[in-house]
């Protein structure tokens, strides 16, 4: 009877247990380091561009940027090897029949001779070069077909020479196709006798096929046809009259570096630019510079120099075997010349120049002496030379920094906590603003410069704390960007003083926050 007594209790027991199907939920405060990081004004700047002035004084930023360079595809865009040749078979040898294995002891010889626009070459010399050939036969029986270029040198100094098998067909229609690879060949273009250009020579010799199983037979009605192509020519060095090239053309390159920077008013310098033009190709050219051009977002200002429209001469690189010299032709713009702190002051992001551009402008004066070295362009360089004394008003950084909240935390309202050190010799006023979002607090707020020294060194950063309260608008904000911006804008406190910067200035910043929040679970 206990035992049922029991039983019974537990059943009681168990079904008076119900399941709580309710999420569990609290008020609490939540406290979060938000971000800290520094920003400093050579953080934009690639370091490797980064050099010490001679006297040690202050920091120089140096860069090479290419205006525009000229190369194969410029000075020989019209080179194109391609022929076909139909084998004139001699009316003495129709009739007579050949035995398998036989090759006929005649050589066919033709001369080709190439038109390349106004060029005329005597030699080109091939990194890579790929001969590309088909060969068709109507003859019954199979033939061996050898041709060999004798103005064509291989790397070990041999003529490129190919004997293919043509197989026979009884419908008379047979065809191969073939390639040969070469590096580090040479190509002669001055013809059989050595005086002329453009000109290249194939040889051919027709044979008897070892395979075939009865007497190789040519009639009137016999055809042999080769089609020859050079392709993928990656030429090292090309000799001869290179022809007149005349562009009229434009090239623009960014400064990506002043993307993210811009402000009312900066004073950079002295700033220099070298526009340096090296010419490694064996022509004599003429330059015009009709714009060089300077803009971010809708500004834009042209440079004026004494160069901008006038005619600059450059001589030919001279290669004497032993000794290789380029042409070298230097143009220096400062702010005696030109208007380049009014273009350094505009922050610019692109660089657009037009130009003009003619070789030999006299002719064939070198008497087909005229060269071109794949690894010696016509380049025209911008060098540029910014020397970090800096004079700034309202010169804005901005700084993006993801806020990561917990999924399971809903925040209501609360407090953000901010530390400022300012490491600058200059004033420093910071924003913030949630990402796609309202401006909280700061409006702006600026922090004093850091304490310098006689010699304009900072000696102790200036620290400033501040607090923002933010409601449940701004809170529904930054739930969704989980990001805050950072607005800094740094003005110098003297307009008379050009500050020397340097890796030792920094912006350092700590934000934390304190939220009203439920935490469900």
């Excluded at 068709?136 to 060999?148: K, P, T």
């Excluded at 273009?343 to 070789?359: F, G, Q, R």
């Excluded at 010169?395 to 920094?401: D, G, I």
Aim: proline share 3%.
């Amino acid at each position: 009877m206990k035992k049922i007594h029991l039983i019974i209790l537990i059943v009681i027991v168990i079904l008076s247990c119900k399941k709580n199907d309710t999420t569990t939920s609290w008020n609490a405060n939540y406290n979060v380091p938000i971000s800290s990081g520094n920003i400093g004004l050579l953080d934009f700047l690639d370091s490797n561009k980064i050099y010490e002035s001679a006297d040690s004084s202050h920091l120089i930023y140096r860069d090479t940027r290419t205006v525009f360079e000229l190369n194969q595809e410029d000075f020989l865009s019209d080179l194109e090897f391609t022929f076909e040749d139909t084998i004139d078979i001699p009316s003495l040898i129709f009739g007579v029949p050949f035995q398998a294995g036989f090759s006929i002891p005649y050589t066919f010889t033709e001369n080709k001779q190439f038109g390349f626009s106004d060029m005329e070459l005597t030699s080109i010399s091939f990194k890579t070069l790929q001969i590309e050939y088909t060969i068709r036969s109507n003859v019954e029986g199979a033939i061996d077909f050898e041709f060999s270029l004798p103005n064509i040198y291989d790397a070990n100094n041999n003529i490129v020479t190919q004997t293919i098998l043509v197989p026979g067909n009884s419908a008379g229609n047979s065809s191969v196709t073939g390639n040969i690879n070469l590096e580090n060949s040479l190509l002669i273009l001055t013809g059989a006798n050595g005086n002329s250009f453009n000109e290249m020579t194939t040889e051919f010799q027709l044979g008897s096929s070892s395979t075939n199983t009865s007497d190789l037979v040519l009639t009137s009605e016999s055809e042999v046809i080769i089609d020859i192509k050079l392709k993928n020519l990656s030429i090292k060095k090309a000799i001869g009259y290179l022809g007149k090239i005349n562009l009229d053309s434009q090239e623009e390159f960014n400064l990506t570096i002043m993307d993210q920077i811009s402000a009312k008013n900066i004073n950079i310098g002295p700033p220099q630019l070298s526009l340096n033009i090296i010419n490694g190709v064996g022509v004599d050219a003429q330059l015009k510079l009709k714009e060089i051009s300077f803009s971010k977002n809708n500004n834009q200002l042209s440079m004026s120099h004494p160069i901008i429209n006038n005619t600059i001469n450059i001589n030919r690189a001279l290669d004497l075997g032993w000794d290789f010299q380029t042409s070298n032709y230097t143009i220096d713009i400062d702010s005696t010349n030109s208007n380049i702190q009014s273009i350094v002051s505009l922050l610019p992001n692109k660089v657009n120049t037009e130009y003009e551009l003619s070789t030999n402008p006299l002719g064939n004066v070198s008497g087909h002496n005229d060269f071109y070295n794949s690894n010696q362009p016509l380049q025209v360089n911008l060098d540029i030379e910014l020397p970090l004394l800096i004079n700034v008003d309202s010169l804005l950084f901005l700084e993006n920094f993801p806020v990561e909240i917990p999924s399971n935390i809903n925040l209501k309202s609360g407090v953000l906590f901010f530390e400022f050190q300012n490491g600058f010799p200059f004033e420093v006023c910071a924003e913030i603003k949630i990402t796609n979002g309202n401006i909280i607090g700061l409006n702006p707020t600026c922090i004093q410069a850091g304490t310098t020294d006689a010699n304009g060194e900072v000696t102790n950063f200036s620290t400033s704390y501040h607090t923002i309260n933010i409601d449940d608008s701004d809170i529904a904000d930054l739930t969704t960007s989980k990001q805050l911006e950072l607005k800094l804008s740094i003005s110098s406190p003297s307009n008379n003083i050009n500050y020397a910067i340097d890796d030792s200035h920094q912006f350092i910043f700590k934000i934390g926050g304190n939220f009203e929040t439920q935490i469900n679970i």
